[in-house]
């Protein structure tokens, strides 16, 4: 994607089924992307084992999606046991797809899919030098602190309510309806 090129994909949730999708994402991060994604280096085998957690419960994954391939991740994670008062979001964006507004996209996903598990206060973190995550944060009314090198979020979602949880209700179907597609076409290419 060039520099000045406008996002073409799409945003959805990541099924059970398209976990592959989402550690071959993160397997072509670079050291940088991969830095600011995990707050530190990270080797494959890390990432192998990582993204292997990507549909235990408590996870919801949202993706940008272009060409049958996941290009950006946005993850949100119950902290303790069952979805509670507190969440965290994390994110990651392939070098050549930053800067088209699809993080800021990403973070409303989140944000929302929070509101509607009743999640009162939503972290995140990011090292000091992520301008990028912290302007997206601002965006969205982060509070935000510095901590030994990295830089803490917290968003407090609103009351999810009729709409919030019906526009994630329809988003789920189309977006279930595109999985289903995009498995087709993977299977077809396939063979």
């Known amino acids: 994607m060039s520099e000045h090129a406008r996002a073409s994909g799409t945003i959805r949730k990541l099924w059970p089924h398209e976990q592959g999708l989402f550690r071959e994402h993160l397997m072509r991060l670079d ?3 991969r830095m600011a994604r995990f707050a530190h280096g990270v080797s494959d085998a890390f ?3 990582y993204a292997s957690h990507m549909t235990d419960a408590g996870s919801t994954v949202f993706a940008y999606i272009e060409d049958g391939e996941v290009r950006a991740a946005a993850e949100l994670k119950k902290l303790g046991d069952t979805w509670g008062r507190e969440a965290e979001a994390a994110f990651s964006v392939e070098a050549a797809y930053q800067e088209h507004g699809i993080g800021t996209e990403l973070m409303g996903r989140v944000i929302r899919a929070a509101r509607n598990r009743g999640v009162h206060l939503l972290y995140m973190s990011c090292l000091a030098t992520n301008a990028k995550m912290q302007a997206i944060a601002r965006k969205y ?3 935000l602190r510095f901590e030994l090198g990295e830089v803490i ?3 407090v979602p ?3 309510n009729y709409f919030s949880l019906l526009a994630e209700a329809v988003e789920d179907r189309v ?3 595109m999985a289903v597609l995009d498995l087709q076409r993977r299977v077809v290419k396939a063979a």
């Open 47 to 49: 990432i192998e084992e």
């Open 175 to 177: 977006g279930f309806m």
């Open 31 to 33: 050291k940088a992307s």
């Open 153 to 155: 979020g917290e968003i």
């Open 141 to 143: 009314e982060a509070d």
């Open 158 to 160: 609103q009351e999810p």
